[in-house]
């Protein structure tokens, strides 16, 4: 815990809002590799492509299905448009749910990069039979997510699970609305081929508003408390041999009582810069480290060997941490280890 706190207080105060496949992400990396430095290891930073628009399939397909399931019903040429377009739309679903489609149709390509840094067991425990512990951690800052709200949460699994079915009942009430049936039926298949075809677009409004309208997530719900964590195990393996590791940082008790939530810079500009290297301050993609290469792939894989024989670690999980919440929980444990003495 307190190695994460460490950690966690050190991020907030010095990490800014760090778009994946940004020039921020880029000095964040370096700042995350110096911190690996300081601890004895030799990380490398790790380049590779990634899409920045990985969803843009799923916001078309929700845009085409709604279009296509109003459309049909209206006859004439438009029905026509709208049929094809429900058929589209569900076959496109069901490439890009079974993988067919991977890497296409995903927006712009961006360079991002994975921080990565191996440490070797030793000790009496340490074995090559040993398997190797995985921990990673994401770095971006990511916008808000509208599901991600309490009050939505609920509905994304059900989302999940009734997401094939909204995609696929327009296309077949569609093709059923060509054969004569009686018009009262008819106008039941439109309305309910709108109905079905409301939950891709809500999807598909969803990913719009996480993309480009919701603010970045900041603070220690920016990823930083799972980086934090990461680190805190790094620093537990290869502890940090100087008196103080970061100088320059607020007391954790006083950066979560003065300031909210919010970037701390140094009133001494340059001796801040001296102290991280001129590197800049951010935070970003993944960070990870081990004992063997990792390949290149969206989020930082290292490999660490364990040096018990219990199962692999994955850090890779956002843990939504307060450094006000750490410093109560820490308050009251002592609280009541005083009581109990």
Not at 59 to 73: K, R, S
Not at 93 to 110: D, N, P, V
Not at 154 to 173: E, G, Q, S
């Amino acid at each position: 815990m307190a190695n994460t706190l460490k950690y966690l207080n050190h991020l907030m105060q010095n990490a800014g809002i760090t778009p994946a496949c940004s020039e921020e992400e880029h000095q964040a990396a370096e700042q995350i590799a110096e911190v690996f430095r300081n601890h004895g290891f030799e990380p490398e930073i790790q380049e590779f492509n990634a899409a920045t628009f990985p969803k843009l399939p799923s916001v078309v397909i929700g845009v085409i299905l709604f279009l296509g399931a109003v459309l049909f019903g209206i006859g004439g040429v438009l029905g026509v448009v709208g049929l094809l377009l429900c058929v589209v739309g569900v076959v496109w679903f069901f490439l890009e749910r079974l993988g067919r489609l991977k890497g296409s149709f995903r927006g712009a390509i961006g360079l991002s990069q994975n921080v990565i840094a191996y440490h070797k067991a030793s000790g009496p425990l340490a074995s090559p039979r040993n398997r190797p512990v995985v921990v990673v951690a994401h770095y971006d800052s990511p916008r808000g997510d509208l599901l991600s709200r309490s009050q939505l949460a609920p509905l994304r699994p059900w989302m999940v699970k009734l997401m094939p079915i909204a995609c696929t009942a327009p296309a077949v009430l569609a093709v059923l609305n060509l054969f004569p049936f009686p018009g009262a039926l008819h106008v039941m298949f439109w309305l309910i081929a709108i109905v079905c075809a409301l939950l891709p677009l809500f999807n598909a409004v969803c990913i719009i508003l996480n993309k480009y309208v919701l603010p970045y997530t900041s603070g220690s719900v920016c990823n930083k408390s799972s980086v934090a964590a990461m680190l805190g195990v790094m620093d537990a393996v290869a502890p940090y041999q100087g008196e103080n590791e970061f100088p320059y940082d607020i007391p954790a008790d006083q950066y979560a009582t003065t300031y909210d939530d919010a970037s701390y810079y140094a009133e001494d500009a340059s001796a801040q810069e001296a102290y991280v290297g001129g590197a800049g301050v951010a935070g970003a993609d993944a960070a990870a480290y081990g004992s063997e290469p990792a390949a290149a792939e969206p989020g930082a894989t290292a490999t660490m060997p364990a040096v018990g024989s219990g199962e692999a670690a994955d850090g890779g999980a956002t843990i939504a941490m307060d450094v006000r919440q750490i410093l109560e929980a820490q308050r009251e444990a002592a609280a009541a280890s005083g009581e109990q003495a």
